[in-house]
């Protein structure tokens, strides 16, 4: 049987929350069979639980932001991307600021976390998405698409008018079957240009932004004295990211997902259009995992 998994052990991290610019203690903690991922707010008189649910967000601007009678958790989706990567099903996640800790702009220290903590599997099947219709969100000339496809791919494209992002590969594609999420994807970083910071700013966003937590980039060249991680590191964040808010569904996903110029907007409305489907899906499990498709085994016994 293909079985949920969890963490072996708690685990607690600190950070700056990249919107607010305060600091934030973060503790992942384990979960009992058919959870899934939970937010408490334990900062609050009394504490809030936010279920990560593709109809809890309310706020798309910059992050992917939940809200549940007025209690937010903002930049949910490099933690959210980790946990599908890794194949977390179930976990709490305790935070004492309103936004989750950027830590470097990846979700590769998340990935440290939770392979740090442990991943232990539960004695529950694992319930899959399983996309069977085609669906497609669109709004101008952006648009995301889900296709049935027997295993888990992702591809993006992106357009941006700038020297750096034109001389770097502005499509890529993401195959759990052939691809490792935690070296080919998990260490690209989200990035921002010098001349949207102070309009940023002005409206409550990117206030802990800098070198340190983002691809940074002037009207001409990345700033970042390393320079980028991937080739493809500015689409492949956009893949990183769709990958952590399509997992906003609740389960992982069997399906091939494509999008042009999408981003968090339009991934919750890809997400959401699809659970206003139910005939273009079905949920899914394996008693034997040897009958699971082959990428979905290679992806949850990826190397670390």
């Known amino acids: 049987m293909l079985k949920q998994r969890t963490l072996k052990t708690l685990i607690r991290a600190s950070g700056v929350g990249l919107h607010g610019g305060v600091k934030v203690n973060m503790t992942l903690r384990p979960a009992a069979p058919d959870t899934g991922i939970i937010f408490r707010r334990v900062d609050l008189p009394e504490p809030v639980d936010i279920p990560a649910k593709a109809f809890m967000v309310g706020d798309t601007r910059m992050c992917s932001c939940l809200e549940f009678e007025g209690v937010k958790v903002g930049t949910i989706e490099h933690l959210m991307s980790a946990f599908a990567g890794l194949g977390i099903d179930n976990a709490w996640v305790d935070l004492d600021a309103p936004e989750v800790p950027i830590l470097d702009g990846s979700a590769a220290p998340f990935v440290f976390l939770i392979q740090s903590a442990g991943i232990e599997e539960q004695n529950a099947a694992k319930k899959f998405i399983r996309v069977t219709r085609s669906i497609e969100v669109r709004d101008g000339d952006k648009w995301a698409r889900f296709e049935p496809y027997d295993g888990y791919r992702l591809a993006f494209s992106i357009v941006f008018n700038h020297p750096a992002i034109d001389k770097s590969a502005q499509k890529a594609e993401i195959d759990f079957a052939e691809h490792s999420y935690t ?122």
Do not use: C
């Open 183 to 304: 070296r080919e994807l998990a260490r690209a970083r989200t990035f921002g240009f010098m001349q949207e910071v102070e309009y940023l700013r002005e409206n409550g966003l990117a206030l802990g932004g800098g070198l340190e937590n983002a691809i940074v980039l002037d009207e001409f060249r990345v700033l970042n004295q390393d320079g980028l991680r991937y080739g493809d590191e500015f689409v492949k964040h956009k893949i990183l990211d769709a990958v952590g808010d399509l997992y906003l569904l609740g389960h992982p996903l069997l399906a091939s997902y494509s999008s042009h110029k999408g981003g968090h907007a339009m991934n919750n409305l890809l997400a959401r259009e699809l659970l206003n489907h139910q005939e273009s899906w079905e949920f899914a499990s394996y008693d034997v995992a040897e009958h699971a498709p082959a990428g979905v085994t290679r992806w949850l016994n990826q190397p670390a």
